[in-house]
């Protein structure tokens, strides 16, 4: 029987370089002082300049780093990566919105999207995993089965690339065109929130992506053990997918409710870290047309918000291929919508956007599938041999 030693196919290739764009600033300064022998004022010294350099100028070449001299460039050069995911595919739509169809490994892919002239200037809506488990009904992206969870390497690389596309380098000014990051691609984030936060903090990092923490925005199904420590280690603006207003047509809609009810969901958000008329939690409500959008509804809706500092943000439901359910008619949405704001509530009415190209909330999804160990052996084998 011959035994096949994946470790020993290359003995002389180096040492795998580490993807600078998932690393904390701490973590670079580790890795400087740790290989190059710098002590820790120096360290610090050089992840300033190689953070500037990456994240505010953009730049993909560790020689174009003219701060720093040309041995310590090949030192960096060989430690770490500037290497950006793969975008696979863009679409554009009649509005301005842009979807990216992002490669992060074979057969591993997940779909995030750029909206113009949201909060400041855009927002990027991202991803953090490749498909979701939570099924909720009126989701395209809950029809994807799960895949894996993303890295930090892999949120904060979606970022990048996306500002590679839109050619907004440097980073910052009055002329910038993506201004607040939304976590509301594929996924669970706060299934995930070890890395999502890891993401956070580079993403607001003054000289990582330098996104005000006030412009990122955590959207969440009800994961109400994770809700305090998501405002703990994140101070990010937080979302709740509400959808319905009893806890028997939520169960439906979203059926994280039967784990975690209504009255337990509302109670983690009056306790939301820095919860106050200056940072208020966003209840989403997506319009479906028979189910979820009476008149009845939107005075309930307004009675279990009434001791939270919130907005909320109607959302016309968006069709998908065998989708279940329909929007409500306008002068529907806009009735709800009206008893909503007489009662003191901000209730925008958000505009559907990127509809043509599948861009819309909910309407995310990905080929992506899990890989079996068998197959990513073969992939190993064929690497090492090829």
Same mark, same amino acid.
């Given at each position: 029987?011959?035994?096949?030693?994946?470790?020993?196919?290359?003995?002389?290739?180096?040492?795998?370089?580490?993807?600078?764009?998932?690393?904390?600033?701490?973590?670079?300064?580790?890795?400087?002082?740790?290989?190059?022998?710098?002590?820790?004022?120096?360290?610090?010294?050089?992840?300033?300049?190689?953070?500037?350099?990456?994240?505010?100028?953009?730049?993909?070449?560790?020689?174009?780093?003219?701060?720093?001299?040309?041995?310590?460039?090949?030192?960096?050069?060989?430690?770490? !990566?500037?290497? /950006?995911? #793969? =975008?696979?595919?863009?679409?554009?739509? &009649?509005?301005?919105?842009?979807?990216? %169809?992002?490669?992060?490994?074979?057969?591993?892919?997940?779909?995030?999207?750029?909206?113009?002239?949201?909060?400041?200037?855009?927002?990027?809506?991202?991803?953090?995993?490749?498909?979701?488990?939570?099924?909720?009904?009126?989701?395209?992206?809950?029809?994807?089965?799960?895949?894996?969870?993303?890295?930090?390497?892999?949120?904060?690389?979606?970022?990048?690339?996306?500002?590679?596309?839109?050619?907004?380098?440097?980073?910052?000014?009055?002329?910038?065109?993506?201004?607040?990051?939304?976590?509301?691609?594929?996924?669970?984030?706060?299934?995930?929130?070890?890395?999502?936060?890891?993401?956070?903090?580079?993403?607001?990092?003054?000289?990582?992506? !330098?996104?005000? /923490?006030? #412009? =990122?925005?955590?959207?969440?199904?009800? &994961?109400?053990?994770?809700?305090?420590? %998501?405002?703990?280690?994140?101070?990010?603006?937080?979302?709740?997918?509400?959808?319905?207003?009893?806890?028997?047509?939520?169960?439906?809609?979203?059926?994280?409710?039967?784990?975690?009810?209504?009255?337990?969901?509302?109670?983690?958000?009056?306790?939301?870290?820095?919860?106050?008329?200056?940072?208020?939690?966003?209840?989403?409500?997506?319009?479906?047309?028979?189910?979820?959008?009476?008149?009845?509804?939107?005075?309930?809706?307004?009675?279990?918000?009434?001791?939270?500092?919130?907005?909320?943000?109607?959302?016309?439901?968006?069709?998908?291929?065998?989708?279940?359910?329909?929007?409500?008619?306008?002068?529907?949405?806009?009735?709800?919508?009206?008893?909503?704001? /007489?009662?003191?509530?901000?209730?925008?009415?958000?505009?559907?956007?990127?509809?043509?190209?599948?861009?819309?909330?909910?309407?995310?999804?990905?080929?992506?599938?899990?890989?079996?160990?068998?197959?990513?052996?073969?992939?190993?084998?064929?690497?090492?041999?090829?």
């Amino acid at each position: 029987m011959t035994t096949l030693d994946l470790t020993s196919a290359n003995p002389d290739a180096a040492a795998p370089k580490r993807a600078l764009f998932g690393l904390s600033r701490a973590e670079t300064a580790d890795a400087i002082g740790e290989a190059l022998g710098l002590d820790v004022k120096k360290a610090r010294m050089r992840t300033n300049q190689l953070w500037r350099w990456a994240y505010h100028y953009g730049v993909t070449d560790f020689e174009r780093m003219t701060d720093i001299g040309k041995e310590m460039r090949a030192d960096l050069a060989a430690l770490f !990566s500037l290497d /950006r995911p #793969r =975008i696979a595919a863009r679409q554009i739509s &009649v509005d301005g919105t842009r979807k990216y %169809l992002i490669e992060l490994s074979p057969a591993v892919e997940v779909e995030c999207v750029f909206i113009p002239d949201v909060g400041r200037a855009g927002a990027l809506c991202v991803s953090s995993q490749v498909g979701c488990t939570l099924n909720c009904t009126f989701c395209h992206t809950g029809t994807q089965k799960l895949v894996r969870n993303l890295s930090a390497v892999e949120i904060v690389g979606q970022v990048i690339a996306v500002k590679d596309d839109l050619g907004e380098w440097p980073s910052g000014g009055d002329d910038r065109r993506l201004s607040n990051i939304v976590f509301m691609g594929m996924g669970e984030p706060l299934y995930n929130l070890d890395h999502v936060a890891r993401a956070i903090e580079i993403i607001a990092d003054g000289d990582g992506v !330098s996104i005000s /923490r006030r #412009r =990122i925005t955590v959207s969440t199904s009800g &994961v109400v053990p994770e809700i305090p420590r %998501l405002g703990a280690m994140t101070n990010a603006m937080l979302a709740i997918s509400l959808h319905a207003t009893n806890d028997t047509l939520r169960d439906v809609l979203v059926p994280i409710n039967k784990k975690y009810p209504i009255a337990e969901l509302l109670a983690a958000c009056k306790a939301y870290p820095g919860l106050g008329n200056t940072r208020r939690i966003t209840f989403e409500y997506v319009m479906l047309k028979g189910v979820n959008d009476t008149d009845a509804e939107a005075r309930e809706l307004v009675r279990l918000l009434k001791d939270i500092p919130a907005k909320i943000n109607l959302i016309p439901f968006n069709p998908w291929p065998g989708a279940p359910y329909e929007c409500s008619d306008w002068d529907r949405i806009e009735a709800f919508a009206d008893i909503v704001n /007489r009662a003191g509530y901000a209730s925008p009415i958000r505009t559907p956007r990127g509809r043509d190209i599948s861009a819309a909330c909910g309407q995310l999804k990905s080929e992506s599938v899990k890989q079996r160990a068998s197959d990513r052996l073969k992939e190993r084998l064929e690497a090492a041999q090829g």
